[in-house]
């Protein structure tokens, strides 16, 4: 059996303002009509012996983990979650781990969530014929076949061809991001791939070389595993026992010091969307080569990547530049230099500026709410409750709130009594009195919530009862 194990803990920085770290890119549809979380599944669609996925991700991302893989109608293996982000060694360490104890030694084949690949037979392809290696305690890794001189990736260096059919060879080395004219050498010579963070082997085989080559990753995660537990969905690891783990790519901890490794060369239609200008590269374009989003305005534009989200821009006169609008913020790049967005991301984490963090509509296990107008003594917000969902019984010391709903039903707990609420019927809830929302209908309930006090932080939440194990806050 395949189990594939998904890597979903990145947090996708140099995609800001689209991709925050509560709301990373690997949780957007920046691609398609799916976020590249369910594309990374989807695409395994047709695979035969196929097992359930195993997903490690943030703790953080767990609800909406979750909930975009019921939406595709997929029951995964399990969903680990990682108190910390840890690299890939620690994360394929775990997911190998647990694989062990829910199946009979299966084939993990290792995806990151955060990759477009458009040519879905050449990689299934390629996972046959790494199929064929792994069975027999191989580590397999798949390297796509360049074709320009990218300084992005890092690259694998192609040794003994074991197969001509399939390409596949022995590894001589892997190599770091090589600068310009070292990249063209490597696309010239035809002995290099990109690296593209895709394995395939045994679990017991990775276990076995983590063991002789990352002795002091591969201990601490076999005692997270076992003191593990259930919870709802996910299985929790300890915050004590992960975050001493040493961070590591397996690359470095065990591919570049085993014996069993081959490479199974590719041609994908892959990119890693690691920046604007891969989504421009991997983007539909217009007859001046701009790639457009949403409400989008041009004249004498060339070579760009624009997209809006809820406002109208207008652009005059600019070539290879990156123009990105959500309801926050806005970012304004050439192409060529939007490596450096993550420098940005760095002055707002210093600047403890929520940008950073979240989006200004927040996702919960329950819904979605929106912040509409805040002043300093009140908030305005849209509340979004899905179909048959409850917010935590919760109260506040700093604020009092009043909801109105705009359609659907809420059931109301305030104290000790229960109302029912239709559209345009409105409660007060006071200060300090605990309270629940609930929707009990079909559709979704919107309301709106007004907060006033004297100080309206999210974290003035007592929690007394959460059906979704969130703890008291």
């Known amino acids: 059996m395949i189990i594939p194990v998904i890597l979903a803990g990145g947090s996708g920085t140099r995609l800001w303002p689209l991709s925050r770290e509560l709301y990373p890119k690997q949780l957007i549809n920046i691609y398609n009509e799916h976020t590249m979380l369910q594309n990374t599944v989807l695409r395994l669609e047709g695979l035969e012996m196929l097992g359930s996925p195993i997903v490690v991700c943030n703790e ?55 990759h477009v690949i458009e040519k ?16 027999k305690d191989n580590l397999i890794t798949f390297g796509i076949i360049p074709d320009s ?80 537990v259930q919870d709802l969905d996910f299985f929790r690891l300890s915050l004590d026992g992960f975050k001493n783990i040493e961070s590591e790519s397996i690359d470095y901890a065990v591919m570049e010091k085993t014996f069993k490794g081959i490479v199974i060369p590719f041609e994908a239609g892959w990119n890693d969307l690691g920046s604007f200008d891969a989504l421009w590269q991997t983007g539909k374009k217009d007859e001046d080569l701009n790639v457009i989003k949403g409400d989008v305005l041009t004249h004498d534009v060339k070579e760009s990547y624009i997209k809006s989200e809820s406002s109208l821009i207008a652009a005059v006169g600019i070539e290879k530049f990156v123009i990105v609008e959500t309801k926050d913020a806005i970012l304004v790049s050439p192409r060529d230099r939007v490596q450096d967005v993550k420098k940005i991301v760095k002055q707002l984490k210093d600047h403890n500026r929520e940008e950073s963090v979240t989006h200004r509509k927040v996702y919960r296990p329950w819904g979605s709410y929106e912040t509409i107008d805040i002043e300093a003594r009140f908030q305005v917000k849209r509340i979004t409750v899905k179909p048959g969902a409850k917010l935590s019984l919760q109260k506040h010391f700093h604020r009092a709130e009043h909801w109105t709903v705009v359609s659907g039903s809420a059931i109301v707990t305030k104290g000790k009594k229960q109302i029912l609420l239709k559209e345009d019927e409105s409660t007060y809830i006071s200060l300090g009195t605990a309270h629940r929302l609930e929707n009990p209908g079909k559709i979704p309930l919107e309301l709106i919530e007004v907060q006033s006090g004297s100080y309206l932080g999210e974290d003035d939440i007592v929690r007394f009862d959460d059906v979704y194990g969130r703890k008291e806050s």
């Open 60 to 114: 953080e991302h767990r609800f909406m983990t979750a909930e975009q893989l019921r939406n595709i109608e997929i029951e995964p293996n399990a969903i680990i979650l990682e108190p910390v982000g840890r690299n890939t060694a620690p994360a394929i360490a775990l997911a190998a781990l647990k694989a062990m104890e829910n199946s009979d030694d299966p084939i993990l084949l290792v995806l990151p969530a955060d």
């Open 120 to 135: 879905i037979a050449d990689f299934h392809a390629a996972i046959k014929a790494g199929l064929e290696y792994a069975k």
């Open 149 to 228: 001189p990218e300084t992005g990736y890092g690259y694998i260096k192609k040794g003994a061809v074991l197969e001509t059919d399939t390409g596949a060879a022995t590894i001589e080395k892997f190599v770091e991001k090589p600068d310009l004219d070292t990249a063209r050498k490597y696309l010239k010579s035809g002995s290099y791939c990109w690296n593209s963070g895709m394995f395939m082997f045994r679990a017991s085989a990775i276990i076995k070389e983590l063991e002789a080559h990352a002795p002091d990753i591969m201990m601490p995660c076999k005692e997270v595993i076992s003191t593990g």
